[in-house]
């Protein structure tokens, strides 16, 4: 069964920083991209970065760019998402996602994603 499970999240102050980290067992995450995606009250998931698990090859969000990376641990299985330089509308919860899209447009997208964590909280204070 597979599970992904965030963590990593909290309250801090624009301009700021957090590391969000993702931990994914239950099978071999091979060839997967990994992904970010983040829901803000009253608005729909939005994408925010994604990595492919071998090649480790990233997309993002424009409004992140520059400011959060995201990166993986092989070793340990696990997904990170550093935001740096955090922004009042930064403030969603954030979710891991797994997945095999086929296209970037898919891996930019909730609809490429199969397996879902259930989020942690991001709150950044103006």
């Known amino acids: 069964q597979v599970q992904l499970v965030e963590s990593g999240g909290g309250l801090v102050q624009a301009g700021g920083s957090l590391r969000l980290s993702c931990e994914a067992s239950?099978?071999?995450?091979?060839?997967?991209?990994m992904g970010w995606f983040r829901q803000a009250p009253g608005k729909e998931r939005e994408f925010v970065a994604t990595?492919?698990?071998?090649?480790?090859?990233?997309y993002y969000e424009d409004a992140v760019k520059g400011r959060f990376t995201i990166s993986r641990d092989n070793a340990k299985n696990t997904v990170y998402l550093q935001m740096n330089s955090l922004k009042p509308e930064d403030t969603a919860v954030y979710h891991c996602?797994?997945?095999?899209?086929?296209?970037?447009?898919?891996?930019?997208?909730?609809?490429?994603?199969?397996?879902w964590g259930q989020g942690t909280q991001v709150t950044v204070s103006s």
């Open positions: 996602a797994a997945g095999l899209p086929l296209t970037t447009a898919q891996a930019m997208g909730a609809n490429g994603y199969g397996y």
């Open positions: 239950g099978r071999t995450f091979s060839g997967y991209a």
């Open positions: 990595i492919r698990w071998t090649s480790g090859r990233t």
